[in-house]
């Protein structure tokens, strides 16, 4: 259990980094001006580019940065735990825009997205990509990790 909840704050950790690099990454592309950021995970990220002359990019950028970059360290390392942490970043980064989708709340990136001329479909892909692999990978990796300590509980209790 502490492995598990251990691997919980990294995944998170990871997950609004990289999700908010991806902002700046896209920001800085674009030309934008950056007028703040804030990249702690435990006050929720976020940046704020004035004037931003491609506020898609700006902000498409976070979550594509936040499931592909976790994706490509896990394929470059292929450990199970850097697996767990890349399936969370797919996974959460759906569910953020799913979410934000249904708040309307005009601060989260959905609802921006909207504003800047996304389109719904385009939004609706994203997160059908992103849960559709990210949900069975994730639950996976967690059914892994809690099977492989039964297994060696079982293990261990037959060798005694």
């Not at 934008?32 to 902000?59: C, I, K, N, V």
């Not at 399936?87 to 980064?93: D, Q, Y």
């Not at 953020?96 to 709340?105: N, R």
Request: proline fraction near 8%; charged fraction near 10%.
């Amino acid at each position: 259990m502490i492995r598990f909840t251990l691997l919980l704050i990294a995944s998170w950790v990871v997950m609004t980094t990289t999700h908010e690099v991806g902002h700046l990454i896209g920001g800085w592309l674009g030309g934008g001006t950056l007028q703040h950021a804030e990249l702690r995970p435990w006050h929720l990220p976020h940046s704020h580019f004035a004037p931003d002359p491609h506020p898609l990019l700006t902000l498409w950028s976070g979550p594509f940065v936040g499931a592909v970059v976790p994706l490509l360290v896990a394929i470059a390392i292929g450990k199970p735990s850097v697996w767990f942490i890349a399936n969370f970043c797919v996974l959460a980064n759906g569910v953020y825009l799913a979410v934000a989708w249904f708040t309307g709340d005009p601060f989260l990136d959905t609802p921006r997205l909207l504003a800047a001329g996304a389109s719904p479909l385009s939004i609706a892909i994203y997160c059908a990509l992103t849960l559709g692999w990210g949900y069975p990978a994730f639950r996976g990796n967690c059914q892994a990790l809690f099977r492989k300590k039964t297994v060696k509980l079982s293990q261990r209790d037959i060798s005694d």
